[in-house]
């Protein structure tokens, strides 16, 4: 435990001078800031527009910045030392390695998890200036979004073991974009908008195999705002079928499942490679 509580130290250093996680923080805060006066400004009316307008800017600015923050501490936590050659002198100490990886992996999700508060406290922030009655769906979405930047975060670390950090942060880039794909069609399946046997289990099956991200009733709470005050109407098929509800007990137990099994196939990967 000792030695790798030593590798979470050196590697929360090393992290935390890099200016790129450093900038993304500053940017996403500056954002947020921005988002905050929005009932200041011109052509905003009060209440609910202003609501609409605050939780559109928190559902673009938020995810996107914990999310590279995820990619860039995924990229580099482990593939750094590999590339330095340090791994080598690292586990010539001797430094177990499972105590190097559980050290590399207690320094990401440490990190991670503080960026994830900043982001979160933020957001509070912003909802409380504007109003603050949105405060529980904007919790429940920065939980959300933590649980889901740790496993891009654990799959991007996986395959730097074995790939350069950008292709292995490609690859997740894409796979994230299809679970998104597959997120989307389990909503239309769950809402009868796709009836069709065949292919409510093609997408039953996808959306099980797979990890996928958890989901809050944040998008779902903006359009139905917009429905309300007119600002979106529609004939047929309601828009809000084609999104999905706020994860279940079940989506949860699924996700830390793969946490867990990503987890340890990082622990073998290491094991297992040659340095």
């Not at 992290?15 to 011109?42: K, N």
């Not at 050290?103 to 999700?109: H, M, N, R, T, Y």
């Not at 994230?176 to 039953?204: C, E, P, S």
Request: glycine share 6%; charged share 10%.
């Amino acid at each position: 435990m000792a030695q790798a509580l030593a590798v979470a130290r050196y590697t929360l250093l090393e992290l935390t001078r890099r200016r790129l996680i450093v900038v993304i923080i500053a940017v996403g805060v500056v954002l947020m800031g921005g988002i905050a006066i929005t009932h200041v400004l011109p052509g905003v009316k009060s209440g609910t527009d202003t609501v609409i307008v605050v939780l559109n800017g928190l559902a673009g600015v938020v995810p996107s910045a914990v999310t590279l923050c995820a990619f860039a501490v995924g990229m580099t936590v482990i593939n750094h030392d590999l590339d330095s050659g340090a791994v080598v002198s690292i586990f010539a100490k001797p430094v177990p390695r499972s105590s190097y990886t559980f050290g590399k992996l207690l320094a990401a999700l440490s990190l991670l998890l503080v960026i994830a508060g900043i982001f979160t406290v933020g957001s509070l922030l912003v909802v409380a200036a504007n109003g603050g009655s949105a405060y529980d769906v904007v919790w429940w979405t920065c939980a959300a979004l933590a649980a889901n930047i740790v496993l891009l975060m654990l799959l991007v670390m996986v395959l730097t073991v074995y790939l350069s950090n950008v292709i292995a942060a490609a690859i997740v880039l894409v796979f994230n974009f299809a679970a998104g794909q597959v997120i989307t069609l389990h909503a239309m399946v769950v809402h009868n908008v796709i009836t069709d046997a065949v292919a409510k289990g093609i997408v039953n099956v996808a959306y099980w195999s797979v990890p996928h991200e958890l989901t809050s009733d944040l998008q779902r709470q903006i359009l139905q705002m917009q429905i309300n005050i007119g600002e979106v109407r529609f004939a047929g098929e309601s828009p809000l079928d084609r999104l999905p509800n706020a994860s279940g007990t079940v989506d949860v137990a699924f996700w830390f499942a793969y946490v867990v099994a990503i987890c340890l196939v990082l622990f073998w990967s290491v094991r297992r490679k040659q340095v």
